[in-house]
């Protein structure tokens, strides 16, 4: 049952916490004190729109070929299309793809193993590129929001298969229409907190972290992302005499929910979007990293030692006074070569 209009697909949906219950209050009407609060909030999903945008046209290489983005009321919908040969067996979506059925179909194709593992990598850094864009945008909307005391948004990541369907009247392609992997990470998000998706936070779902995983630093990077920040409440009746040069924040692993979509079991788990923002600038990092000129700036430096390594434990991820991955802050801009350009200059 080979389709070329069958494609495995990834989307993210971010959704305004609150939105509906926020209108609702106004009356449905936007002349009201309230109601201007609502379109405030609007208006901060614009100002992402416009920066995302203008950053693709600008700094394409950061962004893949088949990356899209659009608005829908109050949230925002991304997507992006994987190889077909990643489609999971017929009947089950739910069991995403290995590298074997591809791995193969490259062998047939006469492609050396050079090729191959290139292939993979180039694959699995714009995924890592798409989680990283989803994680700066959400970043951006949840700092805005904080700044007018509003909620925030929540956002889910997550794969599917889709349709490619084509207009007939203007010949255009309806991207997320038959999009099931928009379908799954809408769902997730109206399962809200009952079932474990709760606050203004974004979970990633496991099929995705897979294939991202396909390049060994790009792996290592997806193992940080589970590392979120500990919100319980520390005991301040513990009598325990703290170090002195303890790291500021600790940190906690996120859970893994399993939810049933569509009668399919899924598994996601919330991402710390601090590092996982990085993600987008990932191969143009590692560069800088690799080059042994730059190893004078603290950025490459941090970013280095945690990338030659495997994913280090809790335990070790708390007793470092400071995890420079976990904290380095890639804010939205227009323009992502002036943030390569300060990781550049030495200090």
Excluded at 219 to 247: C, H, W
Excluded at 258 to 268: N, P, S
Aim: aromatic share 12%; proline share 4%.
């Amino acid at each position: 049952m080979e389709d070329k209009n069958n494609i495995y697909s990834i989307s993210a949906f971010i959704d305004l916490l609150g939105f509906s219950s926020h209108l609702e209050i106004s009356s449905y009407d936007v002349r009201t004190k309230i109601g201007k609060e609502a379109i405030e909030r609007l208006k901060i999903l614009e100002e992402a729109l416009d920066l995302t945008e203008t950053a693709q046209s600008k700094n394409p290489q950061f962004f893949s070929k088949s990356f899209r983005i659009s608005r829908f009321n109050d949230a925002l919908i991304l997507g992006m299309d994987i190889e077909s040969d990643f489609l999971p067996a017929i009947g089950k979506p739910d069991q995403g793809q290995t590298f074997g059925p591809l791995n193969r179909l490259l062998t047939k194709k006469s492609k050396s193993s050079e090729e191959i593992e290139n292939h993979f990598s180039n694959l699995s850094f714009e995924l890592c590129q798409f989680i990283g864009i989803v994680s700066r945008i959400h970043n951006y909307i949840n700092d805005k929001e904080s700044q007018i005391h509003m909620p925030g948004c929540r956002s889910v990541i997550s794969s599917g298969m889709r349709y490619k369907f084509i207009r007939n009247k203007d010949k255009k392609e309806d991207y997320f229409s038959a999009n099931f992997s928009f379908s799954n990470a809408y769902k997730v998000n109206e399962m809200g907190s009952k079932y474990g998706f709760e606050g203004n936070k974004c979970y990633l779902e496991n099929n995705v972290a897979k294939i991202a995983g396909g390049n060994p630093y790009c792996k290592r990077a997806i193992g940080l992302l589970k590392f979120i920040y500990d919100r319980d409440i520390d005991d301040v009746f513990n009598g325990k005499t703290e170090k002195p040069f303890s790291n500021y924040a600790k940190y906690t692993i996120s859970n893994l929910n399993e939810v049933t979509l569509f009668r399919k079991k899924y598994y996601f788990r919330e991402i710390n979007t601090i590092p996982a923002g990085n993600l987008q600038l990932f191969p143009e990092i590692i560069n800088l990293i690799e080059n042994k000129s730059y190893l004078n700036n603290s950025f490459s430096e941090g970013f280095l030692g945690f990338l030659k390594n495997d994913t280090p434990e809790l335990e070790t991820i708390n007793e470092t006074i400071y995890p420079f991955f976990l904290n380095t802050h890639i804010p939205l801009i227009d323009d992502l070569n002036e943030v390569l350009e300060t990781l550049k200059k030495p200090e």
